[in-house]
Every structure is written in structure tokens, then in C-alpha cells.
């Protein structure tokens, strides 16, 4: 006998937070184990490089709702600025900024190790060709596409929480 359970913790935000991870037990094993893994923003440093105040302001308070500390950068200087500066667990990146090309940014990104995603209004032919294996999250987006993005871009650290269940 076998189960597949599915619940919510009650520390999680979502369930797009939740990934199952099943053990290889065999239905004659007197326990059924299931691990949850979870994937959390808490604590971790994005940088948002977004040129439209409101846009920057949404993508924000997804991330903060999600326990996410960030830096917002509005132009290229900026934000070549604070990846000199300063230590992010990860990025996104408007396509373009006030018409500029972002080129210089992803680079940027790529040489400090900081993994990234194009928020944008354009398809991925308009981003730099190097660049084409990148995720692109379209605008308008929903919450969890966004959210789901940006926990593609970091490592899990979750816990795992192991439930057994006892049978006969």
C-alpha cells in the first residue's frame, strides 16, 4: 500500500513553495515516509534592475511578502553599481532601461555568479542574443510566475520535514 499526501504547512506562504520529494519505499515497508523540501525568498537579496517606478514597486512586494530583502535599481549605472557593491543570491532584469540596452548588466550579472532573470515586456529576440538560454518572466505577469522565477534562480535550502505514518 501506498499514499500520496499533500497538505499545507502552516509557515508557507503558497504552495508554488512546496516541492514533494518521495522516498523509494516499497508497499510492504511497514512506513511511508514523504519529504517536503522547501523553497523560501526569506532572507535572501535580490536585485530588481526595472525603470518604471511602479513596476519596480509591484515586483517588491511580491518578494518582500515572500520574506525577501531588495535593492532596486533604476538605471544601468545603478545597477552596475550595486553588483560592484554589494551580494545578491539573485536578479531581475528589466529588457531594456529608459531605451538603453542591458547587455552590460547581464554580463555584469554573469561575471559576479549572480543568476538572473528578464522580467520584460519584450520576447526573448529582443534580449542580448548571448543571453538567449535566460528565463524570461513576460509582462503583465501574475504573482506566481514571478515567485516561481525567482525560486528557479536560487538553490533550495529548505528543511525537510519527514511524516510517517504507521501501518498496522
Given at each position: 500500500?501506498?499514499?500520496?499526501?499533500?497538505?499545507?504547512?502552516?509557515r508557507l506562504a503558497s504552495d508554488d513553495n512546496?516541492?514533494?520529494?518521495?522516498?523509494?519505499?516499497?508497499?510492504?515497508?511497514?512506513?511511508?515516509?514523504?519529504?517536503?523540501?522547501?523553497?523560501?525568498?526569506?532572507?535572501?537579496?535580490?536585485?530588481?534592475?526595472?525603470?518604471?517606478?511602479?513596476?519596480?514597486?509591484?515586483?517588491?512586494?511580491?518578494?518582500?511578502?515572500?520574506?525577501?530583502?531588495?535593492?532596486?535599481?533604476?538605471?544601468?549605472?545603478?545597477?552596475?553599481?550595486?553588483?560592484?557593491?554589494s551580494q545578491f543570491d539573485a536578479a531581475l532584469?528589466?529588457?531594456?532601461?529608459?531605451?538603453?540596452?542591458?547587455?552590460?548588466?547581464?554580463?555584469?550579472l554573469t561575471r559576479a555568479k549572480i543568476p538572473?532573470?528578464?522580467?520584460?515586456?519584450?520576447?526573448?529576440?529582443?534580449?542580448?542574443?548571448?543571453?538567449?538560454?535566460?528565463?524570461?518572466?513576460?509582462?503583465?505577469?501574475?504573482?506566481?510566475?514571478?515567485?516561481?522565477?525567482?525560486?528557479?534562480?536560487?538553490?533550495?535550502?529548505?528543511?525537510?520535514?519527514?511524516?510517517?505514518?504507521?501501518?498496522?
Amino acid at each position: 500500500m501506498s499514499w500520496d499526501l499533500s497538505f499545507r504547512l502552516p509557515r508557507l506562504a503558497s504552495d508554488d513553495n512546496v516541492l514533494p520529494v518521495r522516498d523509494s519505499s516499497t508497499s510492504a515497508e511497514l512506513h511511508s515516509e514523504t519529504k517536503i523540501v522547501t523553497a523560501t525568498l526569506a532572507g535572501r537579496r535580490i536585485l530588481i534592475v526595472e525603470d518604471e517606478p511602479l513596476v519596480a514597486i509591484e515586483i517588491e512586494n511580491i518578494l518582500q511578502d515572500e520574506g525577501a530583502e531588495i535593492k532596486i535599481a533604476g538605471s544601468v549605472t545603478a545597477a552596475l553599481q550595486n553588483i560592484a557593491q554589494s551580494q545578491f543570491d539573485a536578479a531581475l532584469l528589466d529588457g531594456n532601461l529608459q531605451g538603453s540596452p542591458v547587455d552590460e548588466i547581464a554580463a555584469a550579472l554573469t561575471r559576479a555568479k549572480i543568476p538572473f532573470a528578464f522580467v520584460s515586456g519584450y520576447g526573448k529576440q529582443n534580449h542580448p542574443s548571448s543571453f538567449a538560454s535566460v528565463t524570461v518572466v513576460t509582462k503583465p505577469f501574475l504573482p506566481s510566475e514571478l515567485l516561481r522565477a525567482t525560486l528557479g534562480l536560487l538553490p533550495a535550502r529548505g528543511e525537510v520535514v519527514r511524516l510517517a505514518k504507521t501501518i498496522g
